[in-house]
């Protein structure tokens, strides 16, 4: 092989893990290709909250947060299907901004650091072969000494690698959709609210600009009784909930019609498969309810940058590397993992959900501490 048309790292995938990895990488001397499937910018379905764990992260990798004049959010609100409301301080905080504004900065920031940037392309293939990983893009042949999977909620690859959390058995972990909107409505801009309804949930946060993000998530069965329609569900289901009616019927929708995406699936994943190290939501999807999943994505590529940096310098095995990944990223997300689930439990079916509220504002602690148990500290 000419080692000059071999990479250091590909990165399959370009949201805010593979991103987030590859300006490290870059920064560290190495040669780093990224492929993403569309063109940047571009819209995500994400609620686009994220705790203040990741600030200092984000600034180290050379994003201007101060100057971008983000909402800062200090509040969370919580309402049962029926309309029970408890609100809570968060203890960490968060602010908001958009995956469109958001990954469009981090790409620029990756290309001023040398990775190259491969915008519209597929990877149809990621194989294996003794000490170098072959990517097949567009009948052309990549080679990389590594290789990481920052490719999201599910991929194509999952299907063709058949990747084990796809093989169980149906759960209610399985088969959801999410939707999502920009939208302008009166709303606190410190707060975020998640507004339950029967086998469902909604998020509402400030984004930039005079925006806010609504995302919601359901399982298939109530797109399913509602004729495929999503404002019949919006209308028939959602809207029972008076927070989310008020929303629905008074909200400005900046889009013609909503994102979505189907098959969202909860259940627990590989850290390293096919010896790819798995990033973000490939690796394992935290429950909306705990609104980090994008702090997840990037945690996680700090901890791969640390441990591929340390391999392609020859300080550690190729099986050290995958083990040493596994174990931090257990390590820092199990537990969040863990805990996101349990309270998932409790929200979708409404006698669920009025229990859990009810209890919440009986007892603040118990609150106080499932929302520091669902978000992470400083990186």
Partial sequence: MNNEKIYDTALVGGGLAGLCLSIQL????????LFEKE??????????????????????????????????????????PAGKLFRQPLPLGGFGISRFLLDNALKNIALEAGVEIKEGTKVEDVVFNEDHFELQVKQQMIIARTCAGTFGKRSNLDVKWKRSFLQRNSSKLDNFIAVKYHIRLAFPLDTIALHNFEDGYCGLSKIEADRYCLCYLTNAANLKKSHNSIEEMEQQILAKNPFLKIVLNKANRLYDSPLTISQVSFQKKSQVDNHLLMLGDAAGLITPL????????????????GQLNTFLQGQISRQELEENYQLEWKKNFAGRLRTGRIIQSFFGKAWKTEIFISVMKLFPAIARQLIRQTHGKPF
């Avoid at 870059?26 to 290709?33: F, L, M, P, R, S």
């Fill in 26 to 33: 870059a920064k560290q001397g190495h040669k780093v290709i």
């Fill in 39 to 80: 063109t940047y910018p571009f819209h995500k379905v994400c609620g686009e909250y994220i705790s203040m764990e990741s600030w200092d992260f984000l600034c180290s990798l050379g994003l201007p947060l101060l100057a971008m004049n983000l909402p800062m959010i200090r509040n969370l609100e919580v309402s049962s």
């Fill in 290 to 305: 705990c609104g980090n999943g994008m702090s997840m994505a990037m945690h996680s590529s700090k901890i791969a940058a």
